[in-house]
């Protein structure tokens, strides 16, 4: 997250109700623009979810972040795949749980999105391809595990993530509170945030201290905008390819949205940027 150092930005920020500490800035010919965070769903939509082209075309794009799901396999390796099972995806009809399946297994499933076939990447594959496509693209990992599985899980992703040198580079979320615990225990600088499931509607409560909150931007309320204001919790709206939408949630506060498509994500983003003569940022 983005610290400002010159008090009138923050001004100007307060002043548009743009909360500035939330928000990602970019250093034009003579002006400063900020604006809200700008995060791709499962990658970028032209390539299929969660894929290594996904997350390069995010990056090409110019997303800040790739948002990535990441589970363990039977050997213990994080991978990127949303789902418990590989039926949705699996270009063969096999469905198995992707829990049983070993390294070797997993990766010679072919995996079918968006009319391209591709095979399912680890989270090291993400990170080094994250690397390699642009130094300004992050990562957002949402952690899939219940409470019994999260020590593996947390452990197995902060290994990568140490091995990668990455942590500067990445959000990581959960769902389960018993994940977002450890992390924030054995890793006390890291950016973790609550994810809040639509699943079922659950409260829309987040663990005190934690960096961030995701939530379905139908669910947003300027209530609840104002609690994650009292209580200084960025909070990221998930719009999918709905961009009215994710109007109505940066100008109700979000800090950001998540939706499929960069080029969009980055458009509506953009259209509630905030432009800083570069002077005023350097106090001259």
């Known amino acids: 997250m983005v610290r400002w150092l010159a008090p009138l930005l923050c001004l100007v920020l307060v002043l548009t109700g743009v909360a500035a500490a939330r928000l990602r800035r970019r250093e034009l010919a003579d002006q400063w623009e900020v604006r809200p965070v700008a995060i791709t769903h499962r990658g970028d939509d032209s390539a299929p979810e969660n894929s290594l082209a996904a997350i390069a075309n995010a990056a090409a794009d110019g997303a800040d972040y790739a948002e990535i799901d990441v589970r363990l ?13 590989t039926g949705r995806l699996a270009a063969n009809g096999h469905d198995v749980r992707v829990s049983k399946l070993t390294d070797y297994e997993l990766a010679h499933i072919p995996m079918r999105d968006r009319g391209m076939i591709y095979h399912v990447p680890t989270l090291a594959q993400a990170i080094e391809t994250a690397q390699r496509s642009s130094d300004h693209i992050s990562l957002l990992l949402d952690l899939k595990t219940g409470a019994q599985a999260a020590p593996r899980l947390t452990a197995a992703v902060a290994r990568v993530i140490e091995r990668h040198r990455f942590a500067d580079r990445a959000m990581l979320m959960a769902t389960n509170d018993r994940a977002i615990r450890l ?16 699943k079922g509607r659950p409260a829309v409560v987040w663990p005190n201290g934690v960096s961030f909150v995701v939530m379905r931007g139908t669910r947003l309320t300027p209530e609840i905008v104002r609690r994650a204001r009292r209580d200084n919790v960025p909070i990221y709206a998930g719009v999918g390819s709905d961009y009215r939408e994710a109007n109505r949630c940066l100008a109700m506060g979000a800090d950001g949205i998540l939706g499929d498509n960069t080029y969009r994500v980055n458009k509506v983003t953009r259209s509630h940027a905030v432009y800083v003569a570069a002077g005023d940022m350097t106090g001259n």
């Open 73 to 85: 396999t039977a050997d213990g390796t994080p991978v990127v795949f949303h789902d418990s099972r």
């Open 183 to 198: 992390l924030r225990t054995r890793h006390p600088g890291w950016t973790v945030g609550k994810c809040i499931s639509p």
